[in-house]
């Protein structure tokens, strides 16, 4: 994901641009920080910030958001904007917090989604608001520290992973919040395309540890609709139910019939949610 400008500017580096530039690069990190430029270079705060805007007018990185920045690689000849891989970028947003790529990016990551992404989701405890980084969106969602279980490493490159929620977990982020992931419909389908690789047992851990009365009843009314586990699977989730209704799609309005079986509000039917499996 990258935008480009072509200008007739040559990009040249003098011995403190080159001494940075080689430094970044043998450390392998070239998303930085003005700290990096103070720490690599000995200077202060303010010619640090005065060395980085040279280094942005003359191509040879990219400011990402205010104090991060991106080398721009030199086999890109004359492009001055770069954003690298985005769900890099979205590691180093948190500066070295809590995260973990959550929802419809995890969605994506894991086969369960059929079209692609434009908003990058990341799930984490610091308050943020989201970011637009060249047209890309990151959005950042608040998320308990005690929810950070069920995750699990993906190497984006030989040099670079981020964390992101495993399958189980990505299905119950998706359950409780799925209007980041396109609606109850994208949730339900992308647990159907990966019904043979899920762990039954794991999932209903999941549910169970978040203790979301919604989330429960929304996975055991899938399982039951799309036959995934056993009957003793389901009579789990059912022991954990309260006489509370809600409804299956939270962003949809309030409408549709009431399953007392599992305490939903169907607002979306049964036979949309079979369709899936009939294509």
């Not at 935008?3 to 530039?21: D, I, W």
């Not at 721009?72 to 492009?79: A, D, Q, R, S, Y």
């Not at 770069?82 to 086969?111: F, I, K």
């Not at 950042?140 to 977990?169: A, M, N, Y």
């Amino acid at each position: 994901m990258m935008s480009r400008r072509y200008n007739k500017k040559t990009k040249t580096l003098g011995p403190q641009a080159a001494r940075l530039v080689t430094t970044l690069y043998d450390q392998n990190r070239a998303i930085f920080r003005l700290k990096d430029i103070e720490k690599i270079l000995d200077v202060d705060g303010v010619n640090a910030r005065n060395f980085a805007r040279k280094l942005v007018g003359r191509g040879v990185v990219t400011r990402l958001k205010p104090g991060l920045f991106i080398l721009v690689p030199f086999e890109l000849g004359k492009e001055e904007e770069y954003t690298g891989n985005p769900l890099v970028l979205a590691r180093e947003m948190v500066n070295g917090g809590d995260y973990y790529l959550s929802h419809s990016t995890a969605m994506e990551m894991h086969g369960m989604a059929t079209q692609p992404q434009l908003v990058i989701h990341v799930a984490t405890p610091q308050k943020a608001h989201s970011i637009h980084v060249m047209g890309t969106e990151f959005r950042f969602i608040p998320c308990k520290r005690e929810w950070f279980f069920g995750l699990t490493h993906h190497w984006v490159t030989k040099q670079e992973k981020v964390t992101v929620s495993d399958l189980e977990r990505t299905m119950i982020d998706g359950l409780r919040q799925p209007g980041h992931c396109g609606g109850i419909s994208e949730v339900a389908k992308g647990i159907w395309m990966r019904r043979d690789a899920v762990r039954t047992g794991r999932l209903i851990e999941c549910a169970l540890k978040i203790d979301v009365g919604a989330v429960i009843r929304r996975l055991g009314y899938i399982m039951e609709l799309y036959e995934i586990g056993a009957q003793e699977d389901r009579n789990i989730l059912q022991d954990h139910l309260t006489d509370t209704y809600v409804r299956f799609d939270p962003v949809l309005p309030q409408e549709g019939k009431y399953l007392r079986k599992w305490r939903l509000q169907l607002n979306v039917s049964a036979d949309e949610l079979l369709s899936v499996v009939r294509t």
